[in-house]
């Protein structure tokens, strides 16, 4: 992971923005001289990346102790690039937030796009850029919660950095983690990316309404999802058209109900 993708070195880069508010670098930036070819022991490189694994295992549980204490129920949304995070984020917004208190945190390497679209429904929404980095880590998450003011009760949406490799590793103290999907990628992604399946509770399929123009056996898709991670729920949706998303609303809304997470 970091070692390869050079996201261990990206901390210097990272900015945390709220819409409308001037921009303000989440850390102290500072260029690290030092680079990855200089470790010539691959046992060096495993080293540090279990240093920052543990680490953001530590930071991860004062998350959820945080969300617990305040009894907030965290997903961690994760896919690739383009399979519709955004868009279901927007639609369950739009669609429940007259009953669950949301706010939300968005990842992505550059732009404030994505937090533009949820704060244009007035969801409370904090955008964390990571630069060179491909995934959220705990303390990003910390830090970006830290700048919001998170409600008792409350349901927080982190859509992390689109991509199906790195995001797998990094707990970010979430009660759930919904991997997201969609029939333009292929029916075969579970096999390829299996830690992020493996790792995930909710396989969401999205872009159900194009089925009828690209080749994605649905059933073969969750057949291999299974064969990874035999505990994880499907729902089939198109983020765009409504299809199919009664069920994931209904799932959410029986999850945080249990929770007191549904506004009296
Ligand atoms: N046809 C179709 N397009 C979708 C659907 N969901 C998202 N898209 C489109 O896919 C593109 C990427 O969506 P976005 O939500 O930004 O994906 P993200 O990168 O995972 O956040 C946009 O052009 C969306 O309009 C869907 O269910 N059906
Ligand atoms: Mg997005």
Known sequence: MCSTCGCGDANGEVKITI???KES??????DHSH???HHSHEKTILEIEQDILSNNDLLAQRNRGFFEAKNITAFNLVSSPGS???SLLEATLRDLKEEIEFSVIEGDQQTANDADRIDALKIPVVQI???KGCHLDSDMVYKAFKKMELKDNSVLMIENVGNLVCPAMFDLGEQHR???ISTTEGDDKPMKYPDMFHNSDICIINKIDLLPYVSFDVEKAKDYA???????????????TGEGVDAWYNWLKQTVSAKNNIKA
């Open 19 to 21: 819409p409308g508010e």
């Open 35 to 37: 680079d990855h070819h």
């Open 178 to 180: 919904v991997v997201i």
């Open 84 to 86: 519709g995070k955004t």
């Open 25 to 30: 670098n989440g850390h102290h930036h500072h």
């Open 226 to 240: 299974r064969r990874i991670n035999p505990n994880l729920t499907f729902f089939e949706l198109s983020a765009t």
């Open 129 to 131: 850029n990571t630069g």
